[in-house]
């Protein structure tokens, strides 16, 4: 699995770049490289699902039951500028903290906003009490720094 930046645009980009012949993104945008479209289509996606269904004559349920999904939470702090989370020493070591903690067992993404002044903390993790104090930390080390 590789990561982009949130946005079509980078999933794809990052696909021409490696070859990857499929790309999504946490919203639901799944994107295939073979022509067909180059952008999330939900509809292209249910069809390609039934598709698999249909080949390998297993349920929905059945190709899923491996999937094990993690409590997601997402929370927005107003910021007065968007200085690069690496270059303000409080949120840096907060981020960080939080993904050793999580250990690979769970996601954290942490960005701005393209079109408002706004922090965006998302972060999955195996119980739902973790997900909520890693994402209190990093959200409140945000607001310290650069709350307005």
């Known amino acids: ?8 645009k980078y999933v794809l980009e990052e696909m021409m770049k490696t070859g990857a012949s499929l790309g999504g ?4 945008h799944i994107i295939f490289r073979d022509g067909e479209a180059t952008t ?22 059945d190709l899923i039951s ?3 999904v993690f409590p997601q939470r997402i929370q927005n702090i107003r910021v007065r500028e968007k200085i ?5 020493p409080e949120v840096k070591h ?9 250990n690979g067992d769970g996601r954290i993404v942490v960005r701005y906003s393209g079109t408002e002044a706004l922090a ?5 993790a195996e119980s739902e009490e973790k997900m909520n104090a890693l994402t209190d930390g990093i959200a409140g080390a945000i607001k310290k720094a650069l709350g307005v």
């Not at 999330?40 to 039934?50: H, I, S």
């Not at 690069?84 to 303000?88: A, G, K, L, N, Y």
Request: cysteine-free.
């Open 1 to 8: 699995m590789l990561r982009a930046n949130v946005g079509d």
């Open 25 to 28: 993104e946490q919203s639901g």
């Open 40 to 61: 999330g289509d939900g509809l292209l996606t249910a069809l390609r699902v039934m598709e698999i269904m249909a080949r390998s004559g297993r349920s929905l349920a």
């Open 66 to 68: 491996d999937l094990k």
């Open 84 to 88: 690069p989370f690496d270059q303000v």
């Open 94 to 102: 907060a981020i960080e903290s939080a993904q050793r903690e999580l």
């Open 120 to 124: 965006r903390v998302m972060v999955e």
